[in-house]
């Protein structure tokens, strides 16, 4: 992967690269940032920089690997011998035992080539098949990482090894790897990735340089979707529904985001916790919730948090912020009903609730218990907007 072929976070790119021209690079870091923000992609090209034969900078301070030497060639095709990964992982019917990320290795390559890097957790889950379970970085990868690290590199002058998702990194295992970031082998490299920094023990954080992605701009997913020959006034449409997410953008436009029929599954949702007292909707809310038990914690949770960005583009509506609000044209249509609903009486709480349903997902609470509790919660918090509603 070589920087030009990314889009995007141009400021980080001329840090990262500025690091390599001053012969400053940090031995451990971390970039944060949400889904779809290249922290992948830029992570590789600049892992791919530093290894290059031939690399080349210019006055404007950017730089780039030269994508044609043997370290580079092989960089591209992920099968670098100095280059190593680590990411979350979970027993299928093929692995079902002790696995660790090496055993998946085939799989990672091949999605992370054929998506141009693009990946969000669920993408991972659902193709290396344990889309309904928890995957986590355990204690077996922890002592590859330090036994992998301690041998000499084999042909590159650093060794480099990216933990993606490293929140992800289970609680019992993480004190392994502390002594290696603190002291690390001479010229090896961590790249730590995470769209949670906060869900990362702080002895971690403290030992890393920390670089922080932002969303992408929407001319950057417009330049993106272009070069997949995707139609203008499709990009047009797709970007307010992305919010900066380039992988998100890309499952759109390839039509493979579940988020299509997310705005269905809320409205549904919704009218039926209006309707629940007035209306004795618990039959419907039962059947509900069991088909949200049924999609898997990771859809659980992207609907969850499509959900809170409904209620906070309702929100800005509602309260005369229109041009802030990011929604396609089915959406707002359905936020110029629901609106009204959402305003100072409940608007913390939903946001507290949804917060709390996506923390107590990933710890394992029963979907069908969640999201009864969070339908009966919403009845109340509707019911009392409805008031203020009606008053006016």
């Known amino acids: ?105 085939k799989t990672w390559r091949q999605i992370l080539l054929e998506n141009d890097y693009r990946l969000s957790l669920n993408d991972w889950y659902a193709v290396a098949g344990f889309e309904k379970k928890q995957g986590i970085i355990n204690a077996d990868d922890c002592s590859d990482i330090l036994r992998t690290l301690s041998y000499k590199s084999y042909e590159s002058e650093f060794k480099v090894m990216i933990i993606w998702m490293a929140d992800r990194l289970f609680h019992a295992a993480a004190p392994k790897i502390l002594k290696i970031l603190e002291e690390p082998p001479e010229k090896s490299l961590f790249i730590l990735i995470t769209e949670n920094p906060e869900k990362i023990i702080s002895t971690i954080l403290s030992r890393t340089q920390m670089v922080k992605f932002p969303k992408l701009f929407d001319e950057d997913i417009i330049k993106e979707l272009d070069d997949l020959s995707c139609p203008r006034e499709d990009a047009n449409r797709i970007v307010p529904l992305a919010d900066g997410n380039l992988t998100r953008a890309v499952r759109i436009f390839k039509k493979e985001e579940e988020e299509l029929d997310y705005l269905d599954k809320f409205v549904r949702w919704m009218r039926l916790c209006y309707d629940l007292y007035n209306k004795n909707k618990l039959k419907e809310t039962l059947e509900f919730t069991a088909e949200m038990a049924k999609i898997g914690r990771e859809r659980q949770k992207n609907f969850l948090a499509y959900a809170e960005r409904i209620i906070r583009n309702a929100m800005l509506i509602n309260y005369n912020n229109p041009q802030l609000a990011r929604l396609n044209e089915d959406e707002k249509e359905f936020v110029k009903k629901f609106g009204p609903f959402i305003n100072y009486v409940n608007i913390p709480d939903f946001a507290t609730e949804l917060e709390k349903a996506q923390y107590h997902i990933e710890r394992n609470a029963n979907p069908n218990i969640l999201f009864m509790d969070l339908s009966l919660t919403f009845t109340i918090l509707l019911m009392s907007a409805a008031k203020t509603v009606k008053q006016k």
Do not use: W
């Open 1 to 105: 992967m070589q920087f030009k072929q990314i889009n995007g976070q141009l400021g980080i790119r001329k840090k990262l690269i500025k690091t390599v021209h001053d012969n400053r690079v940090s031995h451990a870091q971390l970039f944060y940032g949400p889904e779809g923000s290249r922290k992948l992609a830029i992570a590789l090209a600049y892992a791919q920089f530093i290894n290059c034969k031939n690399r080349h900078f210019d006055a404007d301070g950017n730089g780039d690997s030269c994508g044609i030497c043997p370290s580079c060639i092989k960089y591209e095709k992920l099968i670098h011998p100095d280059l190593h990964f680590i990411y979350p992982v979970a027993r299928t019917k093929e692995v079902d035992k002790d696995p660790m990320s090496k055993d998946f290795i």
